[in-house]
Each structure stands twice: as C-alpha cells, then as structure tokens.
C-alpha cells in the first residue's frame, strides 16, 4: 500500500467512526427508549471491569499515559516540520485518533449521559419546598455536620484533619453496600482504587476537585482538596464509574455512601457537603435563614468552613473562569442544562431526601448509632 492510499484508509475510517459517533450521540439524544437501559448496563459492566484491570497500577494511568502520548505527539510534530515531510501522514493519523477518542468516549460514557437519572429512580423527586422546609432541612444537616465536627480530628489551626489522601483510601466506597442493596447491582463496585493525582495543583487552578475517565475506568483525586470533603469526593467518582453520570446524581450518590459509611470521616464529611449544599441553595434567596444557619455553626464546623473557603479563593483565576466556561459547555452538550450549576443542584434532592426519610420521624436523631 502506498502511502497516499494508507493516508486515504486514515482518512476514511476517521469518517466513519465519526458518523458512527454521531449516529449513537442523536439516538441516545432524541431515542432514548431504544438504547436504555440495556446500553448503560453493557457500559458499566465493562467500565467497571476495565476499572478493576486499571485500579492494580498505583498510579494513574490517565495522567501518566495521557503526558507519555503527548509528548510523543509533540516529537513527532517536531520531526515532520523540521523535514518538512509527512504532514499527509500526520493530519490522517491525528484524525484517526481523534475520532477513536471520540468514539470511544461517546459509546463508553456520553451515551449514557441521556439515560433516565438515579435520582429519578428514587422516592426523592419532590423538588419544590417552601423556605420554612427547606430551612428545617439544611438545619437537620447543620445538626449532624456540628456532631461530627466535635469528633474530628484537626491541626494546629483547628481544621479538620484526616491525614491527607492516604488516608482515606482503605475506606474508598465504604457505603456503597447501602446502595448496591437499596438499589440495584449497578452499584456493586467493590472494591475499588481511587488515585490520587500528581498535577493536583494544576486541578486546583482549573477548580477541579476529581476527574472521572471512561478511557481508564480510573477515579482520579485532586489531593489538594480539603480533607473535609475528601471523603465526599472520593465517593462521588466513585459513582461515576457505576455509569451515574448526572453530576447532582453523583453528589446524591456520594452523600448516601458517605452517611451509610463505616468510617466516620466519611460519614462528616457526607452530612459536612449536604449542609454546604443546602446553605448555598437557601443563601440564593432567603437572607434572614442563611443568618441563622450560619450563626448556628459550631466552632469547629466553622473553622472548616473558613479554611474551605480560603483554600479555593486561591484559585480564583483566569485559568479557573476558562476551565470552568469550558466544562460547562460540556456539561450542556451532554444533557445538563444547568451545566456547572448541576453540581449545586443536589440541593432540592438532600430536602427531599429528609423530608422522605427523617421529617417527624427523627428517624437518625441520634448521630452515633449511624
């Protein structure tokens, strides 16, 4: 084969596994009923089967091989311009590979960006609450966040203090029990390996706490992240891999392992997000509750808080608006509206969620015996 005919076939297969892209993006967009649920089932087993292949290396996979393919990218760049030979061979096979990535991120996970939601799934639907609900709510959150701030342990300054990443990896998808029997084998995903990320600094400037890949099956950690909601992010990307790929439905996930968990780190660190949530969604519209909510911080949930907020006001940057813009053009493109705001939109669910289960009944009054 000749190399104009090779450069052709490159050409040609790019094509195809484009429009092959295509064509299962606008069916799972527009047609729903005829590829789910038996296409998200197809896709989790094997995305937690590769997960499980991937979490035997000790490091990502994803950050380690993505920097290996760039750099050999960027040789070969080099070498066609400096002998100013090979570009043919070059556009094609860079428009191969890019259709791969593409197809494969599309079939392994996009797709199942348009399958009907967990939470829809739930018995915590109800999305409307007046503000005297939605106050004793995040109030409930508050009380349970303030128990377990008492026990955590803390530095110097007062802030919660888990011993970092390494710490919490023994306890990864602790909780998902409670799931897999609540709610199906989708989320039997144990046991599983986090990683944590060596660009964590770089996540921070780009206001990324964790990183799911469907190309890896792996959980990638930013290990900057406050150890108070380490836990919580943990267990969020953990709900990835089970094909929950709603942002808010990751956050519900997340918070149901965290206070289901056996490790009470995890546990605060659930009840910790679900109040910060709900004080965030209340802070929108109703001052005089905020007031309350805020004043009724313990010190130690408070010192928490600050510290939190301190940390990511660091990042407050142009490269972090510019990440951000560009992950919410992707969250839109894959069936969430609200796009970066999907993450806050946990808020209505937690409401719900107490509601349904504590509401009168004070069914976990007693934190301790969680």
Known sequence: MTTK???????????ILFLCTTGIYELAKHCPNLLFPWYQNGSRKLLNLWGHITDLFPFSLLEWGGLGLIWLAMGWIIKVISRRRGLGKLCSTAALIASIILFLFVTLWGADQFAPTFISTTAYTRTEFTPEEAAQAAEYYLKMANAYALESPRDENGVTDFGGFSALEESAGSGYDYLRENYGDRFDILPVRPKGLAFSRLM??????????????????????PDVSLPFTISHECAHRTTVTQEADANFAAFLACIHSWDPKYRYSGYY??????????AKTDKENQAILWNGMNDQLRADVLSANEHYAQFEKPIKKAAQKANDSYLRSFNQPTGVN???????????????EIGSTQKYDDYSAL
């Open 5 to 15: 005919q090779a450069n052709r076939v490159r050409w040609l297969t790019a094509l």
């Open 273 to 282: 997000s679900a109040f910060i949530y709900c004080y965030n969604a209340i």
């Open 342 to 356: 999907n993450y806050g939109a946990v808020a209505g669910t937690l409401m719900a969620w107490y509601w349904t």
């Open 204 to 225: 921070d400037l780009c206001g990324l706490t964790g990183i799911f890949t469907a190309y890896t099956g792996e959980m990638g950690i930013n290990v900057d992240t």
